[in-house]
């Protein structure tokens, strides 16, 4: 049995996401009127892509998400070795003025349905992004990085 199971790792086949989101964190500044995020597509084939802001309560669908962003497009199709631009836009006087807000911008990539495996048994997976988006008001200033060097 070990045997076979061991054997068996050899004829699985990989699977990778194929959307990806450029950055680790998006810092929105309040002095913007909209800030821009690039997805890219590294797959060789198209994917749908669905994307939304949330406040960190990860139980609720994303329908039913109040947040202060509007986010163009959610619902994209983009296609193989090319990419996309998600365009986030603060709603007018909905933000704190004197502290930093944390959301998350989620990027769900779902992989298209290949016409080859028709009548298979085939197991896809859609995969999620998740990232931190901060707002800052224009009384924060930016991070100095002589301050992190004089620790």
């Not at 597509?41 to 669905?50: A, C, D, I, K, Y």
């Amino acid at each position: 049995m070990k045997k076979l199971l061991f054997f068996s790792l050899f004829f699985i086949s990989t699977a990778n996401a194929g959307v990806v989101i450029y950055g680790t964190r998006i810092i929105y500044p309040a002095e913007k009127n909209e800030v821009l995020v690039q997805l890219m597509n590294q797959g060789g084939r198209s994917s749908l892509v669905q994307s939304w802001i949330d406040d960190g309560d990860t139980s609720l669908p994303p329908e039913k998400i109040k947040v202060p962003f509007l986010l163009t497009p959610p619902v994209a199709k983009v296609a193989g070795d090319s990419g996309q631009q998600i365009k986030i836009k603060k709603m007018p006087n909905m933000l704190p003025n004197n502290k930093e807000s944390l959301f998350y911008l989620n990027v769900l990539d779902i992989p298209p349905n290949n016409p080859n495996s028709t009548g298979k048994n085939v197991l896809k997976f859609a995969m999620q992004n998740r990232i931190k988006l901060f707002y800052r008001p224009k009384g924060i200033a930016p991070v100095n990085r002589g301050t992190f060097q004089k620790l």
